[in-house]
């Protein structure tokens, strides 16, 4: 039989093997320059802004931290929160589809290989309350940079047979992922908290195959169909004169359409407190614990300033007494902060794993630190810790393009403020800060009305 089917090779004529390479320009459409409206130098942060004449704001920072780096981000109010929460995945997956299809009239093979060499990447993305686009790029591959974001407004590729292979993925993703206990337990934790909101609990299998995509398609071109109101950052080491020249020859054509529009309150909001939930799953030998405090926040820059500083501090004294104390965690997370999207609010998370024979003891002991710190707050030589731990943060911060993008870009959304970015506007902070200031702010936020525990066990292994 083997001596049969041997011979039968001569006989056959398999196809040459064809390379999927593009052989037409990546861009060939001739964009005329557009003029810059408005322009102005913010001197406290050595930064220039443009307005171009379709509406596009523009920050660039020319930065010498890295000689081959140069971040790009844009963003524009909207996002998904402006559709129905039952097209919320198609919504949200609109920009993977697009990213999986590939770019303007190329497949993602004809793609990778046209960039082959090249350091740049573009991702466009839509979120709950915004659109836009991240991206980087070296000074050798800025035109390039400006060519895939133009594309992606102007002329994304739509690929049905693309949109298959990704939901097939996606589906093959989710269809055991919760069988993993990590992914169990977040998944119940954000159900729990926000009250079974239909837009934070993990797919289902069901909800990929539900998956529309010509409603995806429907509302990618929609959030990228107007670029009046977006804003565009750049940082990093550029020629000015040719960045410039790719603004207004690319974003200066970008699509407008003059639409004024914001976010909508999608009606995420946490359950109020008193919530304490325990349950088993998995056989690993660990307890998770999440502990979630949230409610009403008075938004300004010298709050979010104190309660940083506070949970700094905490953090200190959690690990202090739950991992170098009681030996029990190999680590113990705290974060949160104030927001004023979609409302004045503020939520702060403690989460740590711990070995099921202590976990009460861990348990108790965390809430012990917290009411300990509620009555001394911190030392003399505990707030000098903070202090220095913050200046030496932002002291290495501003010399990192990632810095830059982030905070002048969060200063464009905070009404234009950026007198929080320099290491003095830190400093005049530093000096005001006080012990009484952190007692006083870890008293207010960490209420038992509004806390939430959640917990869960191993299974018991059967006999």
Known sequence: KIRALLAQFPKLSPEAYVDDVATEAFFDKELALVNITESKVLVDIETEYLVL?????VYIKKTNFKNEEILMSASSPGGSSLYKNEDHLEASMATSIIQESGLGNFSTVQLGKMMAGKAVNVTPYIGLYSEGLNGFTTPDDT?????????YFENPRIDEEAFSSFQNKQKGIYKNILSNPQYYFSNRVSKLVYNNHPRVAFPTENDWDALDYEKAMEFYRDRFADASDFTFFFVGNFDEAALKKYIQTYLGNL?????????KDAGIKAVKGGLTEKFSNGV??????YMHWHGD?????????IMQSAISYLR???RERLREDLGGVYGVNIGGSGTNKPKNQY??????NADPDKADELIKAAKQVLDQATMEGPSEEEITKIKETQRQGRIKGLEKNSFWSSRISSGH???KDFSHISLEALEKKIESLTAEQIKSAIKKYFVDDNFIEIIMTPELKKP
């Open 347 to 352: 939520a702060i998370t403690v989460s740590f």
């Open 316 to 318: 200190i004294k959690l």
């Open 143 to 151: 035109e390039v940079l400006f060519q895939m974001i133009y594309k």
């Open 297 to 305: 926040f008075d938004y300004n820059k010298e709050n979010n300033y």
């Open 284 to 289: 690993a030998p660990k307890t998770n614990v």
């Open 53 to 57: 004449e379709n509406g596009v704001q």
């Open 255 to 263: 699509p407008s359409i003059d639409r004024k529009e914001t976010w």
């Open 413 to 415: 959304e905070n009404e």
